[in-house]
């Protein structure tokens, strides 16, 4: 079944036909639900549309956990308004995916067997509230770094769901990031929760990424039809250069004893994560991968009552305005 719906595959398509796709691709020309397109395309387009909405919800979990303990009021309700918009977004990518033929229903169904996977950094547990910090700093940095030029993609309900969520994205980033910056300048006890938060997600977030070009099975295809714009080492140098003066600004060590900047490629060198440990966590053996689905398991049993009264409802409405004619 997922096989079927999402994995890509030796497309049997019309070499005309797929040539005249590619020069549309090419051309910047925007896809639409209804033109034709390739399936391989298709399919890939389900799994990271698919992919990126399960993030956006399962992302929810570990900054939710935070929302009853937020250290002030404004604090909370930022907080609160970011995870409330991480539901948004996660609605816009499954309509978006919706349009492509799949329904919310068979991806979330794919999400808890184990099929469809989300967001590696998600696996991980959010210990101390500076982790709310670095997560918005971090974990919404990578995101925007990999989501703005996905506002290019050629797929247009994609690119155009990505507008809204980069915008939204960029307030989490700063809400997070302000969050580190008191911290960072507060008591040497915050300062050093602040720290400790940026040495546990630091390497996650750089696996956010997705593994090494090398090691990307996907990335050629996806960028040649502009699913994909850029590589997955590209966009993590992108995100180092830009987030080492952030670090230094709040006083704050990057975990990391290699990381030098290069007079010659002018971009830092790094070390780079631990590939085992990204092949483990999306593998389903990451320390909170259980619990995560578990948790969205039972709110998807919770949530089967509102499910079968809404189609009642639109089954009796329909039947009658039917009877009504
Ligand atoms: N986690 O060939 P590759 C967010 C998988 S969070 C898990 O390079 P691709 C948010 C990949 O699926 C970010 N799995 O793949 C922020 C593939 O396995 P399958 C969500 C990963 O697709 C704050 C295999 O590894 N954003 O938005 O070309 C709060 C080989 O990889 C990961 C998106 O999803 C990973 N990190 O490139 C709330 C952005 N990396 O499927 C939410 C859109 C790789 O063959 N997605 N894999 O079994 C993308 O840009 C791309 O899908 C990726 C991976 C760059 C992530």
């Known amino acids: 079944m997922y096989a079927q719906m999402v994995k890509s595959e030796a497309t049997k398509d019309d070499p005309e036909q797929l040539a005249a796709f590619q020069a549309r691709v090419d051309a910047d020309e925007k896809i639409e639900p209804k033109d034709w397109m390739p399936e391989g395309y298709r399919k890939t387009?389900?799994?990271?549309?698919?992919?990126?909405?399960?993030?956006?919800?399962?992302?929810q979990l570990p900054e939710g956990n935070w929302i009853t303990r937020a250290p002030t009021l404004e604090r909370k309700a930022n907080l609160l308004a970011k995870v409330q918009d991480e539901?948004?977004?996660?609605?816009y990518l499954y309509c978006a995916a919706e349009t492509l033929g799949v329904s919310r229903d068979e991806l979330t169904e794919m999400l808890l067997n184990g099929q469809m996977k989300y967001s590696s950094i998600f696996n991980y547990p959010t210990l101390?509230?500076?982790?709310?910090?670095?997560?918005?700093w971090l974990v919404d940095g990578a995101a925007i770094m990999n989501q703005v030029p996905l506002q290019r993609t050629s797929y247009g309900p994609y690119a155009r769901a990505m507008v809204r969520v980069c915008k939204e994205e960029s307030f989490h980033q700063r809400q997070g990031f302000h969050v580190m910056m008191a911290m960072a300048n507060g008591t040497a006890?915050?300062?050093?929760m602040a720290q400790d938060a940026l040495n546990r997600f630091w390497f996650p977030a750089l696996m956010m990424f997705g593994p090494s070009d090398k090691d990307s099975v996907h990335s050629s295809q996806s960028m040649a039809w502009k699913i994909k714009m850029n590589t997955n080492d590209e966009l993590r140098q992108k995100f180092v250069d830009e987030t080492v003066p952030q670090a230094e600004y709040l006083g704050l060590t990057i975990p990391d004893e290699k990381l030098t900047w290069n007079e010659d490629t002018k971009e830092y060198d790094f070390t780079e994560p631990n590939w085992d440990e990204f092949f483990d966590v999306i593998s389903g053996n990451g320390p909170c991968n259980v619990d995560r689905i578990n948790m969205r398991q039972k709110a998807w049993d919770d949530g089967a009552w509102v499910r079968e009264a809404m189609i009642e409802h639109a089954e009796k409405k329909a039947a009658r305005k039917?009877?009504?004619e």
């Open 189 to 192: 006890d915050q300062k050093r």
């Open 128 to 136: 101390t509230w500076a982790d709310m910090g670095a997560v918005g």
């Open 322 to 324: 039917l009877a009504a």
């Open 45 to 59: 387009l389900i799994r990271q549309i698919g992919q990126h909405a399960h993030s956006e919800i399962v992302g």
């Open 87 to 91: 539901a948004g977004h996660g609605l």
